[in-house]
């Protein structure tokens, strides 16, 4: 199957296309950038998009929208989707190296059977989301196993938005043994502070401003850490979505950064994240 060509971007669907163009492309010296994403993509994306193309001389960006993380059927099917107009966004980028999209079907990348892997992540999987959305990191882990696989890069590029997500990914890369590295990059944010998300844009324009509280509560937590006992800010944030008409905070909480524990007390040499997941109607936000 030859490859749609999008100016200087080529679009593969099948993994039996894909490979033979990578193969051309690699060399000893070179380095494969991936950028792993569900579509509907927006600035975060292409931020993440944008380092991978500084530090590599090829990047591969998968839009795949995974069954077998969510856990809400509901959730799947109003996932957003819009093949070209995440294509658009991609192309306004530019880029002096090569961009290529790999847009599979679920069969390119499961096969005949749309399965989930159990994985045993150290705990790391059964702290806030895991709690909330039973099954999750194993769809993750198993969904991101397979594109590694396919893609085979160098550097795997994953926004600190998903944390959990992010440290799950890095214990996987070490359980397997994939020779990858995990890059982190930072969270991309709206002009009010409200974390960049593929869900972002189910939300009405007053909704999105209001949104802008979960950030904020963020920010008083990291304020407050260093001189408040960590039960008073528990208290205190949920104090403030308690009476909220529009935002019913699911959960709150501060966690040592390395195994997701729930922080107990805090210990100086260790690194703390407070981690927020919230509603708006079904729309479901998280942020740290």
């Known amino acids: 199957m030859q490859p749609i060509i999008v100016k200087s971007m080529k679009v593969f669907t099948t993994n ?3 490979h033979p163009c990578l193969a051309s492309l690699k060399t000893p010296a070179s380095s494969l950038g991936f950028v792993p994403t569900m579509g509907a993509l927006h600035q975060g994306h292409l931020s993440l998009i ?3 193309i500084k530090e590599n001389e090829t990047v591969v960006v998968s839009i795949f ?3 077998t993380q969510f856990n809400n059927a509901g959730d799947l099917e109003t996932y957003p989707r819009d093949l070209k107009q995440d294509l658009k966004k991609i192309e306004s980028i530019g880029s002096l190296g090569e961009i290529i999209v790999y847009a599979p079907s679920e069969a390119a990348v499961y096969g005949n059977s749309v399965t989930k892997e159990a994985f045993d992540f150290g705990g790391l999987e059964l702290q806030m989301e895991g ?3 039973p099954g999750h990191f ?6 991101v196993q397979k594109l590694l696989d396919i893609v085979g890069p160098n550097q795997a590029y994953f926004g600190e938005k998903d944390f959990q997500q992010l ?3 890095k214990k996987l890369v070490k359980m397997t043994k994939a020779n990858v590295k995990i890059v982190a990059c930072s969270i991309e944010r709206e002009p009010s502070g409200l974390a ?12 999105r401003s209001h949104a802008s509280k979960i950030y904020e509560a963020l920010k008083m937590t990291k304020d407050k850490f260093s001189d408040t006992p960590l039960d008073e800010i528990t208290q205190w944030v949920a104090d403030q979505f308690e009476k909220d ?14 195994t997701l524990q729930p922080a107990n007390k805090i210990e100086p040499q260790k690194k703390y994240r407070a981690f927020i997941s919230a509603y708006i109607r079904n729309i479901r936000l998280i942020d740290n």
């Open 16 to 18: 039996q296309s894909l």
């Open 50 to 52: 944008k380092r991978a």
């Open 65 to 67: 929208v995974n069954p």
């Open 131 to 133: 709690k909330f959305r």
């Open 138 to 143: 194993q769809g993750v882990g198993t969904v």
């Open 167 to 169: 440290q799950i990914i």
């Open 196 to 207: 960049m998300s593929s869900r972002n844009i189910r939300l009405t324009t007053g909704e």
């Open 245 to 258: 008409a529009i935002i019913n905070l699911e959960y709150f909480e501060i966690s040592e950064q390395l």
